[in-house]
C-alpha cells in the first residue's frame, strides 16, 4: 500500500487555477453585453456551459453505478474522481436557476416565449412562427411548458441528488466498517451498492433523457429523434473518461496515484475511452442515417441549418475533432501507453466536447440556423468565453471534491489486485 492515501497538495493549486480561469474569462464575456445581440449569444452560450457540466456530473454518477454493477479494478482507480464529479450537482443545480429564470421571462426557448396556445396562435397570425411550430408546441405543451420545465427539472435534480447523497456516504461508511477487510464486509457492501445501482442506471438514462429532451432538442420544438437521449448519455461517458484520464495521469506524478496507475490499468482505460468514441460515433452516424434515408421534411431542416453556410465548416470540425482523430489515435496500442500522449489526447477530446455542444446548440435559432455569421457578430464569440466559464467554475469545484476525500478506497477486495506485482509488457 502507498504510504499516502489523502489528495496531494498539488490539487488545490489546479484549483486555483480554475478559479482564475473562471474569473477572467468571466470578465470577458461582460464585454458582449456592450455588442448588439450579445446578450442573447451569453444565454445561450451560458446554456452550452450549462449542459457541459451536467454532462460531467451525471456521467460521473452513472458510470460510478456502472462500476459498481460491473466490478473490475479500473473502477477502483475512478471511483474517488467519479465521486467528486457526482457531488458536484449542487453547483450544477444552481447552475440551472438562470435557465428558469430565462423560461419564466421568456427567453431561450420559443414554447417559453408563447407559454399559452392562445399566445402560439397569435404568434402564427402575426407571421412570428410557422405552422407546424404552432401546432407542434400545442402538441407538445404538456412537456414543454415553464410549469412543467420546473416539475420535471426539480424532480430529476432531487432524485439524482439522492442517489449522490447515499452513493458517497455509503462509500465512506464502507471504508470506516470495523470488518473492513473480511469476506463478509465485501459482500455486504457489494450487495449493497449493486442494489441501489442498478435500477439506479436505468431510472438515470430515462430522467437524463427526459431533461436532455427540455433543455437542449425543445430549442427546436418541431425536431424529433429517437436516438437523442442515447447519444448524449454517450457523449457524457466519452467527456467523463477523458476528464478522468486527465485527472489520474496529473495525479500519477505523486502517491497514491503513481503506485496505483500502473501500465495495464492506463491501458485499459485508454480502452474504455476508445469503446466510447466508437459509441458515439455510431449512434450518430445511425442518426443522420435514419433521417437520410427517412428523407421526411419534418425532420431534415435540423441537418440543412447545421451543412449550409458557414455551418459546414463547423460540421467537418466537429467530424474531425469529435470523432476521428480520437478514433485513429486511439487505435495506437503504444498512444494508450503513453502518460503524456493519452493526457494532451484526453485534452483535446474535451475541447471537441466543446465544438459539439456548440454544432448542436446554436443552429436552433433563427438567425444562426444555416447561416453562421461571423464577420461583424462577435457576440458569437461568447461561445468561447461564457462555456470556459462554466465549466472552469464547475472544475474547480470538482478538484474542491476531490481534494475533500482520500483517493483510495481501502476496503475493496480490487485494491488486492492493484498491489500486485504488474505483468504488463
Not at 489528495?7 to 474569473?23: C, F, H, N, Q, Y
Amino acid at each position: 500500500m502507498p504510504t499516502v492515501l489523502n489528495s496531494p497538495d498539488l490539487i488545490s493549486g489546479w484549483r486555483t487555477k480554475s478559479v482564475i480561469v473562471a474569473v477572467v474569462a468571466a470578465l470577458l464575456s461582460l464585454v458582449f453585453l456592450l455588442v448588439p445581440g450579445g446578450a442573447s449569444h451569453i444565454l445561450r452560450a451560458y446554456l452550452m456551459g450549462f449542459i457541459l457540466s451536467f454532462g460531467f456530473a451525471g456521467g460521473g454518477l452513472v458510470l460510478l453505478m456502472l462500476q459498481y454493477v460491473s466490478g473490475g479494478k479500473w473502477g477502483l482507480l475512478l471511483r474517488r474522481p467519479l465521486e467528486a464529479m457526482s457531488r458536484t450537482f449542487p453547483l450544477v443545480f444552481l447552475m440551472w436557476i438562470p435557465l428558469a429564470i430565462a423560461v419564466f421571462t421568456k427567453h431561450l426557448y420559443m414554447w417559453a416565449r408563447y407559454p399559452t396556445n392562445e399566445a402560439a396562435k397569435q404568434a402564427l397570425d402575426l407571421g412570428l412562427i410557422g405552422k407546424e411550430q404552432e401546432l407542434t408546441m400545442i402538441a407538445k405543451r404538456a412537456m414543454f411548458s415553464p410549469s412543467a420545465f420546473m416539475i420535471q427539472s426539480l424532480v430529476v435534480f432531487a432524485i439524482l441528488l439522492l442517489f449522490t447523497y447515499l452513493l458517497n456516504k455509503w462509500s465512506l461508511e464502507r471504508d470506516a466498517d470495523p470488518a473492513a477487510g473480511t469476506e463478509p464486509s465485501f459482500d455486504r457492501w457489494r450487495t449493497k451498492f449493486e442494489n441501489l445501482s442498478g435500477p439506479g442506471i436505468f431510472l438515470y438514462v430515462v430522467l437524463m433523457t427526459d431533461v436532455i429532451l427540455l433543455w437542449v432538442m425543445s430549442l427546436d420544438v418541431t425536431w424529433y429523434s429517437s436516438m437523442w437521449g442515447l447519444k448524449f448519455l454517450v457523449g457524457q461517458g466519452y467527456g467523463v473518461f477523458a476528464l478522468s484520464l486527465i485527472t489520474v495521469i496529473s495525479l500519477s506524478k505523486v502517491e497514491p496515484i503513481k503506485t496505483l496507475l500502473r501500465t495495464t490499468e492506463q491501458h485499459d482505460l485508454g480502452k474504455l475511452a476508445f469503446a466510447f468514441t466508437m459509441l458515439n460515433i455510431y449512434l450518430t452516424f445511425a442518426e443522420f442515417l435514419i433521417i437520410w434515408s427517412g428523407n421526411v421534411p419534418d425532420e431534415i431542416p435540423w441537418y440543412l441549418n447545421r451543412i449550409h453556410g458557414g455551418w459546414w465548416t463547423i460540421c467537418t470540425l466537429d467530424f474531425v475533432c469529435h470523432w476521428l482523430i480520437p478514433f485513429c489515435l486511439l487505435l495506437s496500442r503504444n498512444l494508450k501507453r503513453d502518460k503524456g500522449r493519452l493526457k494532451a489526447l484526453a485534452i483535446f477530446m474535451i475541447l471537441a466536447r466543446f465544438i459539439d455542444m456548440f454544432w448542436i446548440i446554436e443552429p436552433n435559432f433563427k438567425d444562426a440556423a444555416g447561416n453562421l455569421h461571423l464577420a461583424g457578430n462577435f457576440g458569437i464569440l461568447a461561445y468561447i468565453t461564457v462555456p470556459v466559464a462554466v465549466v472552469a467554475a464547475w472544475g474547480a469545484y470538482y478538484l474542491h471534491q476531490l481534494n475533500s476525500r482520500p483517493l483510495v478506497n481501502v476496503n475493496d477486495p480490487h485494491l488486492e489486485e492493484l498491489l500486485e506485482a504488474e505483468h504488463a509488457h
